[in-house]
């Protein structure tokens, strides 16, 4: 009996031996499941795929499972809003390349060959690993608030700023709302990209800007600036800065500045800029950088930039025939567009260059010039019997130019003298009175007074072009450059500020030499000198 006993015994033994030998083999990898169960346990989201190969179906199968994917969230996004209130503003459109992003933990494939070759795949994963992988996204994106909040609260917001930037371009890859704590107490739920926005809008709008080392050149024309950023003290960093204009683009800010460019130059002695800033963000995925350029916002803030020091102004006369003088504007660092002169007798007259002569030589006259119409651009001088140039002790501030021409510059004590100017010799025979001189404004014809009285309503470019596309379509005008057209001197033309894309003015075409301004039937003899560094549309009128 206990022989038998023995004989049933020594088996078992054996046979547990064996099984316990064999036991991680079993265990070391799950077993996968089969199709039915994949289907219809429950237990696992899946998608389906066909084609010619096993890695053509199971591009389409992993497609076909994101999709799916896609409903679900959306469905427990919409349960989310039913179940807990909570405004959930962020558009799920999205949602398909999120999820395609996405790290998702224990994705699998079951590879099907059929009878006739092709291949058909199930894409799947769990439901636990579905949720898994959110989650675990979803504790990077809080880890990253996390630190841009003590970055902040340490003083360094440029680190803060990129990690705020981070976590609003990863949350795009991210299928739902992410939810934290914030407030002074920690208490107040809501959205990480509510929360990142508004703490880059807060920052950047206490961040002041200052300007320095300011350049200035008049050939080419062009400005350069470098562009300070602070904040409690401290430069501001992981930022990017450019001019809101079109055709500007950013640069970043290094050490709390940046330098900007500008190729207009300056139409009066102080002017604002509008500056965007942005956070700066880097990737070498070129979605993640396409994702950024369209979520990250942008902050406008307004900086004066004092050209005083840059700009100067001045005129010089030189005799012409007997009692008669042209008149020479010295206009340095400055886009002028208008040019504004009292002779001292009684004419004035808008011309560049004026030619006058004067009934009695002998006595003196005091010359006025303002440019751009500004206050501040405003030069008096003397003009006495020996020809000479004097400046004239005024409200407006007088200085001595590198030429010797009075010249009127803000920093400049009104005190200094100017050096008295020799009075050049020419025969050219003066103007008897420029007032006389001039053509009669051009009148419009009856053909084309339609499309220039609406031209001349035209508040900026933008209604310009289509207003312009409009007439051209109607075969009523053709427009353009210089090369658009047939005759620039026969084309009306429109004056666009770069700056602000107003129309500037709407001119008439040219006779004796002459444009007259269509809103205000003033004379213009030098379009390009007076609208200088401005585009011009010309617009060839067909019928």
């Not at 320095?212 to 401290?234: C, I, R």
């Amino acid at each position: 009996m206990r022989i038998q006993q023995l004989k049933l015994f020594f088996p078992l033994v054996i046979f547990l031996g064996c099984g316990t030998a064999f036991l991680p083999f079993f265990t070391t990898k799950a077993q996968t499941p089969d199709e039915r169960t994949i289907m219809l346990s429950g237990r696992y989201h899946f998608g389906e795929g066909y084609g010619e190969t096993r890695e053509q179906a199971i591009a389409y199968a992993r497609t076909d499972l994101i999709e799916k994917l896609v409903v679900v969230v959306a469905s427990d996004s919409r349960m989310q809003v039913r179940e807990t209130g909570e405004d959930v503003t962020g558009s799920f459109a999205s949602q398909t390349r999120s999820i395609s992003r996405m790290q998702l933990r224990g994705l699998d494939y079951l590879p099907l060959e059929r009878r006739d070759g092709t291949w058909r795949v199930l894409a799947f994963i769990s439901r636990e690993d579905y949720l898994s992988s959110l989650e675990s996204q979803e504790q990077r994106l809080k880890q990253i608030v996390t630190e841009a909040q003590r970055q902040e609260r340490s003083g360094l917001y440029g680190r803060a700023l990129r990690l705020y930037a981070q976590a609003l371009v990863e949350l795009q890859f991210h299928p739902l709302p992410v939810g934290i704590y914030a407030g002074p107490d920690q208490n107040e739920r809501t959205n990480i990209d509510v929360y990142a926005e508004n703490r880059i809008r807060s920052i950047y709008n206490d961040v002041s800007l200052s300007i320095g080392n300011l350049q200035v050149h008049s050939s080419p024309d062009e400005v350069l600036f470098e562009l300070y950023a602070k904040l409690n003290g401290s430069p501001v960093d992981g930022t990017l800065a450019a001019i809101d204009r079109r055709g500007y683009g950013f640069t970043e800010f290094i050490d709390g500045s940046t330098r900007l460019f500008l190729d207009t130059l300056p139409q009066q002695l102080r002017t604002s800029y509008t500056i965007l800033l942005r956070p700066a963000y880097t990737s070498n995925d070129d979605e993640f950088m396409e994702i950024a350029g369209k979520v990250l916002p942008s902050v406008r803030k307004r900086v004066e930039v004092d050209f005083s020091d840059q700009i100067s102004i001045g005129f010089s006369a030189v005799r012409v025939g007997t009692g008669g003088y042209q008149f020479n504007p010295e206009i340095r660092n400055l886009a002028v567009t208008e040019i504004s002169w009292e002779l001292g007798d009684g004419t004035v007259t808008n011309r560049t260059n004026p030619r006058h002569a004067y009934e009695d030589p002998s006595k003196p006259y005091t010359i006025r010039m303002q440019v751009n119409r500004i206050p501040e651009l405003i030069i008096e001088q003397e003009l006495r019997a020996d020809g000479r140039l004097y400046p004239v002790e005024s409200r407006v501030q007088v200085a001595e130019s590198s030429s010797g021409t009075a010249t009127n510059r803000a920093a400049v004590p009104a005190t200094q003298r100017s050096r008295q100017l020799p009075v050049e010799e020419t025969n050219t025979p003066p103007e008897t009175n420029t007032a006389e001189s001039l053509p009669a404004p051009y009148t419009v014809p009856e053909r084309h007074k339609p499309i220039v009285d609406d031209l001349i309503r035209v508040p900026d470019f933008e209604v310009a072009q289509t207003r312009l596309a409009q007439f051209n379509r109607s075969g009523l005008i053709r427009f353009g450059n210089a090369d658009a057209v047939l005759d620039v001197v026969s084309s009306y033309a429109m004056v666009i500020n770069p700056e602000t894309r107003a129309v500037e003015a709407v001119l008439s075409p040219e006779e004796s030499g002459y444009r007259t301004s269509l809103r205000t039937a003033q004379l213009i003899d030098n379009v390009s000198e007076r609208y200088r560094g401005m585009p011009v549309v010309w617009i060839q009128m067909l019928r």
